[in-house]
T-cell receptor
Framework: SAVISQKPSRDICQRGTSLTIQCQVDSQVTMMFWYRQQPGQSLTLIATANQGSEATYESGFVIDKFPISRPNLTFSTLTVSNMSPEDSSIYLC???????????FGPGTRLTVL | AQSVAQPEDQVNVAEGNPLTVKCTYSVSGNPYLFWYVQYPNRGLQFLLKYITGDNLVKGSYGFEAEFNKSQTSFHLKKPSALVSDSALYFCAVRDIVGTDKLIFGTGTRLQVFP
């Protein structure tokens, strides 16, 4: 299994600013994923981040709004740009999970935009 | 397209009674199915998976799930519920056609009453 940490655990931000969320894995993984979750609701995949290539974004999510970096096999960042109150959510990263194996999740970052 | 459905938003059960959380799936090809649990203010924790083999899969915390191909179901079960099992449960299917991402159901809130 993989242990995943995220920073910050929560933040309160002003409209129009940007926040970068960090995700650290304790072992090397090929695939990392970023999700958004409203409290008590299901997860929505934002993008898949593979090391050495551009992130693949899901429908409704664009790189200008959610730029992602994946500089090595243990680390990724997600930036939420030009934030609005609608971006208030929990952001989760996950790692691992080739076809036959499970993904492991970080504890999440709770973002509130005022 | 791959998808999973969790028909119940909430399941209530008395402590000590058996519990079932339902999940049905729709896939093209072989299904790779997963169950996750989310406790309040925490990330998702992996419970169990079905890839191939025995239809009854055993997982963490005494949970098990039964894969039923004819009914396209993968219900989560536990013989004797604990109050501490109260949480949000997600069924997921692997999108093997696309990027190996997980596609999550809408979640079922399990409430175990003392």
């Amino acid at each position: 299994s993989a242990v995943i940490s995220q920073k910050p655990s929560r933040d309160i931000c002003q409209r129009g600013t940007s926040l970068t969320i960090q995700c650290q894995v304790d072992s090397q993984v090929t695939m990392m994923f970023w999700y958004r979750q409203q409290p008590g609701q299901s997860l929505t995949l934002i993008a898949t981040a593979n090391q050495g290539s551009e992130a693949t974004y899901e429908s409704g999510f664009v790189i200008d709004k959610f730029p992602i970096s994946r500089p090595n096999l243990t680390f990724s960042t997600l930036t939420v740009s030009n934030m609005s109150p609608e971006d208030s959510s929990i952001y989760l990263c996950s790692a691992g999970g080739d076809t036959y194996n499970e993904q492991f999740f970080g504890p999440g970052t709770r973002l509130t935009v005022l | 397209a791959q998808s999973v459905a969790q028909p119940e938003d909430q399941v209530n059960v008395a402590e000590g009674n058996p519990l079932t959380v339902k999940c049905t799936y729709s896939v093209s090809g072989n299904p790779y199915l997963f169950w996750y649990v989310q406790y309040p203010n925490r990330g998702l924790q992996f419970l169990l998976k079905y890839i191939t083999g025995d239809n009854l899969v055993k997982g963490s915390y005494g949970f098990e799930a039964e894969f039923n191909k004819s009914q396209t179901s993968f219900h989560l079960k536990k013989p004797s519920a604990l109050v501490s099992d109260s949480a949000l449960y997600f069924c997921a299917v692997r999108d093997i056609v696309g990027t190996d991402k997980l596609i999550f159901g809408t979640g079922t809130r399990l409430q175990v009453f003392p």
